[in-house]
């Protein structure tokens, strides 16, 4: 199973990006997929998430300004990111999250960088 991260860059406040992330490879009782950061000197945080069952999450921070969305066809997942601030600068990382023997795994892609400019 292979997470393929795309979309990070350099970006002024309050402009968008948007990351995308495809899944190659199966992955059975897939839970749902998303989003993490991490900033520099910082721990590894939760951005979004989207479940394969519907619904979504987001961290306070980033809610109303992130959108999370599935394809599940193509079984990829965005983020876009709108009113971008330099407090978002970070590694994001795609996250999938799957049931295996009755424990919830954690599968990582590479990181990708964004950074916001002030």
């Known amino acids: 199973v292979q997470l393929q991260a795309s979309g990070g860059g350099l970006v002024q406040a309050g402009g968008s990006l948007t990351l995308s992330c495809a899944r190659s490879g199966s992955i059975s009782d897939i839970w749902g997929m998303g989003w993490y950061r991490q900033a520099p000197g910082k721990q590894r945080e939760l951005v979004a998430s989207?479940?394969?069952?519907?619904?979504?999450h987001y961290a306070d921070s980033v809610k109303g300004r992130f959108t999370a969305s599935r394809d599940n066809a193509k079984n990829t997942v965005h983020l876009l990111m709108n009113t971008l601030k330099p407090e978002d600068t970070a590694v994001y990382y795609c996250?999938?999250?799957?049931?295996?023997?009755?424990?919830?795994?954690?599968?990582w892609g590479q990181g990708t960088q964004v950074t916001v400019s002030s």
């Open positions: 989207v479940f394969i069952g519907g619904g979504s």
């Open positions: 996250n999938a999250k799957a049931w295996s023997a009755g424990i919830l795994r954690d599968y």
